[in-house]
């Protein structure tokens, strides 16, 4: 049983994905649903998912959950709805009440594409948050490194709030530096109401030769901050093809994993997905 806890789909025809720009993502510039999905999930073991958010566009939420509400295994969705509108509260309450709305598990922005890094120390960003915990959902924390640090004082000011880092905070692996990532992570770690993703790393690694090993002081990081009950595996399916299929990512991120014991194993691949986003 394994819980693939990050992952997206979109329909070009339907919605631009204004971020697929530039020669090194044209390969993404295409459809992927969930037919596209099912196959290459059931090959590799997965038997649920939790679909995320792509764009900062009202209208995708209730498409998520409507396609999580036609298909069995999506477990879970993490939408987007504007952190900052004052009608906040009421907005996330008529999302539960739209057809596969008992599938939101989580809220996610972009804060990486926000110039100011700390966005999230913003007031109104941070009633949002607290809207959020009120609601009983998630908040998936999207951010560079350099804004790690507002996380994790955004982090100090909601303790009510579980919060989820995607992609580790997106470690500079490429470059094999991993201070001052690290340290910010161990802080956001120390944090009892903050969990880690194992998703998105191959392709913050050279795209094109990244092993392993190139990924194993990171992962071996988070582990060693985290431990394995807060940790969970996401194949960031589909971007993870720029660099590896889904099987190469699933068998990776086993591979990283290998010296964890069998009930170690199981909480970063099913048990701690399944708790946090109450699948």
Request: glycine share 6%; charged share 25%; with cysteine.
């Amino acid at each position: 049983m394994t819980v693939d806890a990050h992952h997206h789909v979109w329909d070009l025809s339907v919605r631009d994905q204004d971020w697929i720009t530039g020669p090194e993502l044209q390969p993404l510039r295409r459809d992927f649903s969930v037919a596209d999905l099912a196959p290459e999930a059931h090959a590799a073991g997965v038997d649920r998912t939790v679909l995320v958010q792509t764009v900062t566009v009202a209208e995708e939420t209730p498409e998520l959950l409507a396609l999580a509400d036609a298909h069995d295994l999506i477990a879970g969705v993490v939408g987007w709805t504007d952190l900052t509108r004052p009608d906040i509260t009421d907005e996330l309450a008529r999302l539960r009440e739209l057809p596969g709305g008992h599938r939101l598990k989580g809220i996610r922005h972009q804060v990486q594409g926000e110039p100011d890094p700390n966005w999230l120390l913003r007031p109104d960003v941070r009633r949002g948050l607290t809207a959020v915990a009120d609601a009983g959902l998630v908040y998936d924390l999207l951010v560079l490194p350099d804004q790690l640090p507002a996380a994790v004082e955004a982090a100090r000011s909601h303790p009510h709030l579980t919060l989820v880092l995607d992609h580790l905070g997106k470690p500079p692996i490429a470059s094999g530096r991993r201070e001052p990532w690290a340290a910010s992570v161990r802080s956001l770690a120390a944090l009892p109401h903050t969990y880690g993703k194992l998703s998105g790393l191959v392709t913050e690694a050279d795209r094109k030769t990244w092993r392993t090993a190139d990924l194993r002081p990171y992962t071996d990081t988070a582990l060693d901050a985290f431990g394995p009950s807060r940790l969970m595996f996401g194949s960031d399916w589909p971007v993870c093809t720029l660099a590896a299929t889904y099987g190469q990512v699933t068998d990776t991120a086993r591979e990283l994993t290998r010296a964890l014991d069998a009930a170690e194993r199981a909480e970063v691949f099913e048990g701690t997905a399944t708790r946090v986003y109450g699948l």
